[in-house]
C-alpha cells in the first residue's frame, strides 16, 4: 500500500500542473482584472490605470503571468487577494475553517440520519415508511438551496423567532467562553439543517440501493433460514458489505468540507470559503480565485485517493497494486 500511495502522490503532480494551466486560461479570458473591478468607476485616467497594471504585471502576456504564479505557487505564494490586501493563503486560512466546521456537522448529521433511514427502507421496501422517506428524499433533492434556506428563515427565524437569521455571531454583543460557543451554535441551526435536508436524501436513496443489492444475496438467506436474528443478519452482515460502495461517497465528500456551499452560507451570511470565492468572481480577485479552485483540486485527488484505501480496509480482498 505505501508504494501505492507514492505512485498516486507523485501521478498527482503532472495532472494539477495541467489543471493549472487551463484553470489560468480561463480565469484569463475573462475581461477585465482586478484593477479594473476596483478603479474602473474611478476617476482615474487610463494612463493611471495602465501604470498600476504595470506595476501588478498585468500588462504581461499570458504565459508570462502564469509562470511567474507557478513559480511562486511552487515556493508557498499562491498570490494577493485584492479583495482583502492580504496573501491568498491567509485569506483561505482565515474563511475556510468556517466552512469546514458547518460542512463536517451537517455531514455527520447527513450520515447518522440517512443510513439508519435508509436501511429500514430497504427492509420495509415499498411500505408506507419506505414511501414517505423517498418522497421526503426526493424533495429535499428537488428543491434550490436558496429556496429552502429562505423558507427556513421565514418559519425560525421571521415568524417563529427562535434562531437568528443570519451571521456567525450575534453583533454588537461581547461573549466569550461557553457564552459565545452557544451563540455560535445557535447560528449554526438553520444553515446545518439547510445542508443536510439538501444531501440527506441522495445519501439516503444511495444506502438504500446498495442495502437492497445485498439482502437479496444467497448468503443472506442461508442466515435466514439458520434461524439468526433479522437485526443481526441486516446490522451485521449486511450493511457491512453494503457499506463498500458507500465509501466512495465518503471519500467523495472530502472535497465538500473544505470548499464551502455558495449559496447557503451567502444566504445565511455565513463567513466562510465558499461566500469569499462568490464575491471573488465580482470583485475579479482572479489570484484568490485561483488558490481556491486549486484546492479544490488537491483535495479531490486526495479524496479519490482516500476512497481507494478504504475500499482495501473495508474489503480484504481488495489489493491495491
Known amino acids: 500500500m505505501k508504494q501505492y500511495t507514492i505512485r498516486r502522490l507523485l501521478i498527482m503532480i503532472p495532472i494539477l500542473l495541467g489543471v493549472s494551466i487551463i484553470v489560468f486560461l480561463l480565469i484569463s479570458s475573462i475581461p477585465g482584472d482586478a484593477i479594473d473591478a476596483m478603479l474602473g468607476q474611478s476617476k482615474s485616467s487610463p494612463q493611471r490605470l495602465a501604470e498600476i497594471k504595470a506595476l501588478y504585471g498585468f500588462d504581461q502576456p499570458v504565459w508570462k503571468r502564469y509562470l511567474a504564479w507557478l513559480g511562486n505557487a511552487l515556493h508557498g505564494n499562491f498570490g494577493f487577494s485584492f479583495q482583502y490586501n492580504q496573501p491568498v493563503s491567509e485569506v483561505i486560512h482565515a474563511f475556510i475553517w468556517n466552512s469546514f466546521l458547518l460542512a463536517m456537522i451537517s455531514f455527520v448529521v447527513e450520515l ?150 455558495m449559496i447557503t452560507e451567502t444566504m445565511f451570511n455565513w463567513p466562510g470559503i465558499g461566500k469569499i470565492f462568490l464575491n471573488s468572481i465580482s470583485k475579479r480577485d482572479y489570484m484568490f480565485m485561483m488558490g481556491y479552485v486549486m484546492l479544490l483540486a488537491v483535495l479531490t485527488m486526495l479524496g479519490n485517493l482516500l476512497s481507494d484505501i478504504l475500499y482495501s480496509v473495508a474489503d480484504p480482498r481488495i489489493r491495491l497494486k
Open 112 to 261: 447518522a440520519i440517512a443510513i439508519p433511514v435508509g436501511v429500514l427502507s430497504a427492509t420495509k421496501v415499498h411500505s408506507v415508511f419506505d414511501v414517505i422517506f423517498t418522497v421526503v428524499a426526493f424533495a429535499g433533492i428537488s428543491l434550490p438551496s436558496f429556496f429552502l434556506a429562505l423558507l427556513l428563515q421565514k418559519i425560525f427565524a421571521v415568524d417563529l423567532g427562535w434562531l437568528p437569521l443570519e451571521g456567525m455571531q450575534s453583533v454588537g454583543v461581547a461573549m466569550n467562553g461557553w457564552q459565545s460557543f452557544g451563540d455560535v451554535a445557535l447560528h449554526m441551526i438553520l444553515p446545518v439543517v439547510s445542508l443536510t435536508m439538501m444531501s440527506m436524501g441522495g445519501t439516503m436513496r444511495y444506502v438504500r440501493t446498495s442495502m437492497l443489492e445485498v439482502i437479496h444475496q444467497d448468503y443472506i438467506r442461508t442466515a435466514k433460514s439458520k434461524g439468526l436474528p433479522e437485526r443481526v443478519i441486516i446490522y451485521k452482515h449486511a450493511l457491512k458489505n453494503a457499506s463498500i460502495p458507500i465509501v466512495t461517497f465518503v471519500g467523495g465528500a472530502l472535497p465538500g468540507l473544505f470548499s464551502g456551499a
